[in-house]
């Protein structure tokens, strides 16, 4: 979750040089090319419009905070299950938040056929999830285990 932080997300460039969108776990910023006015040079002059998400930011440290107290909850494994489960829901509201960002608002900026191109921060959300997805299955195996073990005595 700190490589979601600390790298950008998404980045989509425009038809002219300096447009460009980003989204990174703070904020949503559009650079656009402003055409150039009566007399002043003409060179386009970018202007850049930022959105912050800070929400975003917020459910990626209560995603990372819970991970590492469930982390060391290993006597109680049905607490572990149960962070396990939050931190699902959790990271599926992050996915939505991104895809929405990346998809829906994205579209409107640049060419439309043009999706943009995820950047590690993205990359770093898609491990979060497959690695709670894993954890949750080998906690719920381990207390098969546990349980089974207690059959026999």
């Known amino acids: 979750m ?3 932080l600390a790298n950008p ?3 989509k460039s425009g038809k002219q040089l300096p447009e460009m969108a980003q989204l990174t776990a703070l904020e949503y910023s559009q650079q656009q090319a402003v055409a150039p006015q009566a007399g ?3 060179q386009l002059a970018p202007t850049t419009a930022v959105t912050p998400v800070w929400y975003l930011a917020l459910l990626i440290a209560i995603v990372g905070v819970v991970s590492l107290y469930a982390l060391f909850q290993y006597r109680n494994r049905l607490t572990q299950t149960a962070l396990c489960a939050v931190n699902a829901i959790m990271l599926t509201a992050i996915m ?3 895809l929405y960002r990346t998809l829906y608002m994205g579209k409107s900026y640049g060419s439309p056929g043009d999706q943009g191109d ?3 921060g993205f990359y770093a959300l898609i491990a979060a999830l497959i690695f709670n997805a894993l954890a949750n299955r080998f906690i719920r195996r381990d207390e098969k285990l546990v349980r089974g073990a ?3 005595r």
Do not use: K, N, S, T
């Open 150 to 152: 207690d059959r026999l």
């Open 40 to 42: 002043l040079p003409q």
């Open 9 to 11: 997300i998404w980045v």
């Open 2 to 4: 700190v490589v979601a």
């Open 96 to 98: 939505g938040i991104v």
């Open 118 to 120: 995820y950047l590690p």
